[in-house]
């Protein structure tokens, strides 16, 4: 995958979960989530994680997910 790379297929979630790559999140065109990796998804749900406790819920259809640049 390259880097800023939009993850849409369950394909792509299943390698961003295996990398264990950081990814952004955009609804209605803001960022509502960034610096955390995906941990499951669903045909309509990705979970993410940015810190030990911190799991967040996302509607695929509702939101936009792309892989983070490595700095």
């Given at each position: 995958?390259?880097?800023?790379?939009r993850?849409?297929?369950?394909?792509?979630?299943?390698e961003?979960v295996?990398?264990?790559v950081?990814?952004?999140?955009?609804?209605?065109?803001h960022?509502?989530?960034?610096?955390a990796i995906?941990?499951?998804?669903?045909?309509?749900?990705?979970?993410?994680?940015?810190r030990?406790?911190?799991?967040?819920?996302?509607?695929?259809d509702?939101?936009?997910f792309?892989?983070?640049k490595?700095?």
């Open positions: 995958m390259a880097g800023n790379q993850l849409v297929t369950d394909s792509d979630f299943q961003a295996e990398k264990g950081f990814v952004r999140v955009f609804k209605d065109d960022i509502v989530d960034s610096n995906v941990l499951r998804f669903s045909e309509t749900t990705v979970v993410l994680q940015s030990v406790a911190d799991l967040a819920y996302y509607d695929r509702e939101c936009e792309f892989e983070m490595k700095r």
